[in-house]
């Protein structure tokens, strides 16, 4: 979809929404090129001058998402009303039956090594885990009847299905799979929440004050959940930084921040096996990018060199099994 | 060694055009274009790695592969997953933990030195 193709689309839609028959779209720039989404930022110009800033955001394809983006739109709706920093939701449907999703555009900083490096940031660096921690028991308060359309996932069938499904076999995740179903948390099932997913540094909106909203949720689904502690701390999203929570904060302040919030205590031991599984997980899904454009389904340098760092994650789980 | 043809060889071909994507290109771009330059470059860096290393890694993996008694990474796979090689763990492991090693020293090299 071009520039112009947006403005065609959107105008009506929007100038109907915000009731302003002469509203425009200026400066429409698309954000990224990912395989499965497009997604731009532009400004719809009200009559009387006024500027919304605005995300769009539409499914080219459907990729590993266990949901459609369809979906996507009573879930932040269902996440602000649990109190979770959220884009608001403007619009939301299909087009050309593709479904669509326009939100408002939250200013600030999602480049990991910038909120990881940049001075601006040291004030928020030191918030962030904690900040982190509230968002997340906020998110595992939403009802799960205001978000059918997610369903539960059994994350070791459901990965061991994947990598399977990508024929390329690796044994160090073969002794992390075995690894982890001798040691799956008793507990792990008891509690069933919304989990995002994919809540890390880089689908954070950080401010100098710290988190602004937490974005990207196509991979929400529902489950234990401890999983999204888990995967937080995982190494890859250290981005080369030493601390263990995103590369910005402890795991105590993550831990105090969300107990504190959801009342409930912490079992770091169930933290660290869903940490073994989110490191399993992504490199699985590296093993996935580089089939993207191995595949010829999007030709990308970045998508291919991504497939020389699954072994970055063998390491660490050999490393996190106690194994080297 | 790269008769019949001419120097530079492989390797050196491929050092000219990571030199020339970490200086002109990266200096004549920003961006995205700019960043896909230095993944484009790091790319490279790995195919130097490879083409020195690989040879000699290829040998010793073939050798630990055999030391279990399986043909490649995919018969090691499966022999781990049914659990055929369960009294021999800590073999398995210590040969998972070697190729993983050669990988990175391909791959990343500074990830293997405790970076």
């Known amino acids: ?324 | 060694m790269t008769e019949p043809h001419d120097a530079p060889s492989a390797a050196e071909l491929v050092a000219a055009v990571r030199e020339f994507l970490e200086g002109d290109v990266m200096e004549a771009t920003d961006g995205r274009v700019r960043f896909h330059a230095r993944v484009a470059a790091n790319a490279l860096s790995m195919v130097e790695r490879e083409l020195a290393l690989g040879p000699g890694q290829r040998a010793d993996h073939a050798a630990a592969l055999a030391s279990l008694g399986v043909a490649d990474e995919a018969e090691l796979a499966a022999a781990i997953r049914s659990g055929r090689l369960d009294d021999r763990l800590a073999e398995v492991t210590a040969v998972v933990r070697a190729t993983v090693r050669a990988k990175l020293e391909v791959a990343n090299p500074s990830y293997v030195r405790g970076a």
Request: hydrophobic fraction near 45%; charged fraction near 20%; charge should be negative.
């Open chain 1, 1 to 324: 979809m071009g520039a112009e193709e947006l403005a065609t689309a959107l105008t009506p839609l929007l100038a109907a929404h915000f009731g302003d028959e002469r509203l425009r779209i200026d400066a429409p720039r698309r954000l990224s090129g990912g395989a499965s989404r497009e997604t731009w930022s532009f400004d719809a110009v009200l009559a009387g001058g006024g500027l919304v800033p605005l995300v769009f955001r539409r499914e080219i394809a459907r990729g590993v998402e266990p949901f459609r983006q369809s979906d996507e739109g009573a879930l932040l709706r269902a996440a602000a009303k649990a109190g979770v920093p959220v884009p608001a939701v403007v619009l939301d449907g299909e087009l050309a039956g593709r479904p669509f999703l326009v939100m408002a555009r939250v200013a600030g900083e999602t480049i990991p090594r910038r909120i990881l490096r940049d001075d601006g940031f040291a004030g928020a660096r030191a918030e962030l885990a904690a900040q982190c921690g509230a968002a997340l028991a906020a998110i595992h308060t939403i009802p799960l009847d205001a978000v059918p359309a997610l369903t539960r996932e059994d994350p070791l069938p459901f990965w061991r299905a994947m990598l399977d499904g990508l024929g390329r076999p690796h044994p160090a995740f073969e002794l992390a799979f075995t690894w982890l179903g001798a040691r799956q948390p008793a507990s792990v099932g008891d509690r069933t929440t919304v989990v995002h997913g994919d809540f890390r540094n880089g689908n954070l909106i950080v401010g100098p004050e710290g988190l602004r909203a937490v974005i990207d949720w196509e991979l929400a689904h529902l489950g234990d959940p401890m999983e999204d502690l888990g995967w937080l701390c995982v190494k890859a999203w250290r981005f080369g930084a030493p601390s263990p929570v995103g590369g910005f904060g402890s795991r105590e302040q993550l831990f105090d921040a969300y107990a504190a919030a959801a009342g409930t205590d912490v079992d770091p031991g169930v933290v660290h096996w869903w940490e073994v599984v989110g490191t399993l997980k992504w490199g699985i899904m590296c093993i996935a990018q580089a089939t993207t454009h191995l595949s010829g389904a999007t030709r990308s340098v970045e998508l291919a060199a991504i497939g020389r760092r699954v072994c970055e994650n063998e390491w660490d789980l050999l490393d996190l099994m106690g194994a080297r």
